[in-house]
């Protein structure tokens, strides 16, 4: 299992390669927490339903179609 230093180096890291955006780096803590979940559970039910939200919040953010 990751420790919670581990899983914010990479959600610094997000913060690098986004240009220091800090709802990425929030959001990237949130993935790598989410990742390390499956990897310990094998339940990505979780994983899944947050992706899916992002996409569509992305998709609505550029007026771009989801599908």
Request: proline share 1%.
């Amino acid at each position: 299992m990751a420790n919670d230093t581990t899983i914010r180096a990479l959600a610094m890291h997000a913060a690098l390669v986004t240009g220091g955006d800090l709802g990425a780096v929030e959001r990237a803590e949130g993935y790598a927490r989410l990742i390390q979940e499956y990897a310990d559970t094998g339940d990505c039910a979780e994983l899944r339903q947050t992706t899916e939200v992002a996409r569509r919040e992305n998709a609505d953010a550029g007026n771009m179609p989801v599908d």
